[in-house]
């Protein structure tokens, strides 16, 4: 098999032309293709006047690879590998089963790998299926009755599963095409095993999810939703077992020699439970914004110009960072082309957005995190959850401000700029389904990162026409993009305790869907090979 890159197709071409570029790329007949595919496709919009797709082609020939690349001397072509993925052979040296705590993207494919190496994990997961949690999350936006156990932010399929279902990720790990794999085997649109900035969407996030958790439950293994880690039962250095809490505040405990513990980056209450146990947890930078909202309409023309309506480029998207002059860095972050706003809270009297598309991405609007980095030396102490609860006054204040009925503050962006307050709407009606309160959002966030965005704002309208637009609408606060803690681990994903295997963004080693699944799948690993 021979891998081709940077084949071009122009907007208007068909892709039934891709044979005939590989085969003069490979200076054969096209009668020498066995087979074609594409392993790479990504869009190519710097110049407006000349869009255009590139691909990298897998291409199977009836010749002899070496020759025909000794041959061409192009350095576009090369030999490709095969992909495969190994789970490694158990080490275990007891027949106790390991305890996933948490069923977000990091302890979903924690508990597939384990249980597709013949372990029988048991699951425990805080929210509700994901059938059920749909069902509290639209009650919520409806009634704003919050579940304080089952929300956007806890139950199956995590965070992740109210967002873009965006899967860019910057790690290189090897793992991220298996999990690729893993979701188109469960019902993920193919596309995403090519795509450059593949995405799965909302509205399908939830059967694939589904789909997951019954593999697993089909392989041996157990998942109890509606069920809380309320204690790890320690002794001589190593965890022995987990207390559980269901729904009825029924306590059982769980022996075990393995827990991983893929909590997600809202569970605050296991964090502490964590700290007063004794586990080592540190700072951890995160950041802080709103979410930004314009008309999709504009971001297209921005990105694509006259071809903004073309039927083949759909929504187009955006990735924006600088670094405003004696300043904190500023980015965008989880961009949702035709998407929501949403306001997604996990504990009473608190408001946080974040944002959320479907496949189709065809809403009215685009939207965005604004954000401004945060680190430990800005916050308000040295203790090691100080993050965390800057976190939560800068949520329990939007919640003041909103009103105090988890409608989310909102700013445009003319006036922010200026620093005052919103009275009026402009051309851009917000998403958000609790309504929002027009106010002045630099009362919600800190200074600090209301000035680094006020820069920010300037700054990216001029890599993207429009961003500043006086009528745009700034959402918030936007706080929850990462972890404020680190659950410290060793080179064999342990804690001090032996056998806690602190996994995912909750833990502070992920930072997305694809990276929290990787990181799942290798402390899944290090369980098998039972190192101390």
Not at 14 to 29: C, F, G, H, V
Not at 303 to 310: C, L, T
Not at 321 to 327: D, L
Not at 364 to 393: C, D, K, R, T, W
Request: with cysteine; glycine share 10%; charged share 25%.
């Amino acid at each position: 098999m021979l891998r081709i890159q940077e084949i071009k197709l122009p907007l208007d071409a068909d892709e039934t032309e891709l044979p005939r570029l590989a085969a003069k790329a490979l200076k054969l007949p096209q009668t020498a293709l066995k087979s074609v595919s594409v392993f790479r496709k990504s869009l190519d919009c710097r110049k407006k006047n000349e869009i255009k797709f590139i691909y990298t082609l897998d291409v199977e020939t009836d010749g002899n690879d070496e020759k025909i690349l000794a041959k061409i001397h192009n350095p576009k072509v090369s030999k490709a590998e095969i992909y495969r993925y190994e789970i490694p052979e158990s080490c275990r040296k007891t027949d106790l089963r390991p305890v996933v705590v948490g069923f977000g993207p990091a302890g979903m494919f924690a508990a597939l790998t384990l249980a597709r190496a013949g372990l029988c994990p048991l699951v425990v997961e805080r929210g509700e299926c994901v059938e059920q949690r749909q069902k509290s999350v639209q009650e919520f936006w409806k009634t704003r009755k919050l579940n304080t156990a089952s929300n956007v932010q806890f139950g199956e399929g995590g965070a992740g599963t109210f967002s873009d279902g965006k899967l860019n990720t910057g790690t290189k790990d090897f793992r991220q095409r298996e999990v690729l794999l893993q979701f188109v085997q469960h019902g993920a649109p193919e596309e995403i095993l090519y795509s450059a900035k593949p995405h799965i969407g909302t509205d399908r996030l939830c059967a694939v999810v589904r789909s997951i958790r019954e593999e697993i439950i089909r392989l041996g293994g157990e998942v109890r939703f509606q069920t809380k880690l309320t204690d790890i039962l320690i002794y001589n250095g190593a965890v022995q077992g987990v207390t559980l809490t269901d729904k009825q505040e029924k306590r059982t405990d769980f022996e075990t020699d393995a827990v991983i513990l893929a909590i997600g980056h809202s569970a605050r209450d296991t964090v502490e439970m964590l700290y007063r146990k004794g586990f080592m947890i540190t700072q951890k930078a995160f950041s802080v914004g709103a979410r930004i909202e314009h008309k999709q309409e504009m971001i297209n023309r921005s990105q694509y110009g006259a071809f903004a309506n073309h039927p083949k480029l759909g929504a187009a998207d955006y990735k924006l960072a600088c670094h405003p002059q004696g300043g904190r860095g500023a980015y965008t972050f989880c961009m949702c082309p035709g998407g929501t706003v949403v306001c997604c809270p996990s504990e009473e009297g608190t408001v946080v957005t974040n944002g959320m598309s479907e496949y189709a991405r065809d809403g009215e609007n685009a939207n965005s995190a604004l954000l401004v980095g945060i680190e430990p030396a800005q916050f308000p102490s040295a203790h090691p959850l100080a993050g965390m609860y800057y976190q939560l006054e800068i949520e329990k204040k939007a919640f003041r401000i909103g009103g105090g009925d988890y409608t989310a503050s909102a700013t445009l962006v003319g006036d922010f700029l200026k620093g005052e307050s919103s009275h009026k709407l402009g051309s851009i009606h917000p998403t958000c389904p609790t309504g929002v309160q027009l106010c002045n959002l630099c009362e919600v966030l800190p200074g600090r990162v209301t000035e680094t965005m006020c820069e920010a704002l300037l700054k990216m309208d001029k890599m993207l026409a429009g961003f500043a637009c006086p009528e745009a609408v700034l959402t918030g606060p936007e706080t929850r993009s990462s972890s404020p803690v680190r659950i410290m681990r060793d080179e064999f994903f342990q804690t001090a305790t032996n056998g806690v295997f602190p996994c995912g963004e909750g833990a502070g080693y992920a930072g997305g869907i694809i990276s929290a699944a990787v990181d799942g799948i290798k402390c899944a690993e290090a369980v098998l090979r039972d190192e101390h």
